[in-house]
């Protein structure tokens, strides 16, 4: 049962109606340990857990985009290796070492702000309207 089923009130000689109760949210703690170890395990993870879906999903295809990145590149330079093409195996080099320096950066990040448990400018807007 709720408290915000009261509509209104009316006590002896007082005609106006008494105010409906809010229901009381409690604010839900997040960040913390367990959402950096479930993004370090699963990029996005940790956001998922901290109810930040939007984030989450950027995380999660960010990395599953320089993952495809670094497959490429290392696929090019192999490539370039074999056809004796220097230039070429000069470029895709270094597409595949920035993909995976590029990799990490996104782990860490990903790790960190799943920690701090930082909420999306959109649920922070959401509390603001409620209050």
């Given at each position: 049962?709720?408290?915000?089923?009261?509509?209104?009130?009316?006590?002896?000689?007082?005609?106006?109606?008494?105010?409906?109760?809010q229901?009381?949210?409690?604010?839900?703690?997040?960040g913390?340990?367990?959402?950096a170890i479930?993004?370090?395990?699963?990029?996005?993870?940790?956001?998922?857990m901290?109810?930040?879906?939007?984030?989450?999903?950027?995380?999660?295809?960010?990395?599953?985009?320089?993952?495809?990145?670094?497959?490429?590149?290392?696929?090019?330079?192999?490539?370039?290796?074999?056809?004796?093409?220097?230039?070429?195996?000069?470029?895709?080099?270094?597409?595949?070492?920035?993909?995976?320096?590029?990799?990490?950066?996104?782990?860490?990040?990903?790790?960190?702000k799943?920690?701090?448990?930082?909420q999306?400018?959109?649920?922070?807007?959401?509390?603001?309207?409620?209050?």
């Amino acid at each position: 049962m709720s408290i915000s089923a009261i509509n209104s009130i009316s006590f002896k000689g007082d005609t106006k109606q008494a105010q409906t109760a809010q229901p009381v949210q409690q604010e839900r703690k997040t960040g913390g340990a367990a959402p950096a170890i479930g993004s370090f395990i699963i990029p996005g993870l940790g956001h998922f857990m901290n109810r930040n879906n939007k984030t989450g999903f950027k995380f999660l295809g960010g990395q599953i985009g320089l993952i495809a990145l670094t497959a490429l590149s290392g696929y090019g330079s192999i490539v370039a290796l074999k056809t004796k093409n220097k230039a070429l195996s000069i470029l895709t080099s270094i597409g595949f070492f920035g993909s995976i320096i590029g990799s990490f950066a996104l782990k860490i990040a990903d790790i960190v702000k799943a920690y701090k448990g930082e909420q999306t400018k959109q649920s922070e807007n959401k509390v603001d309207a409620q209050a």
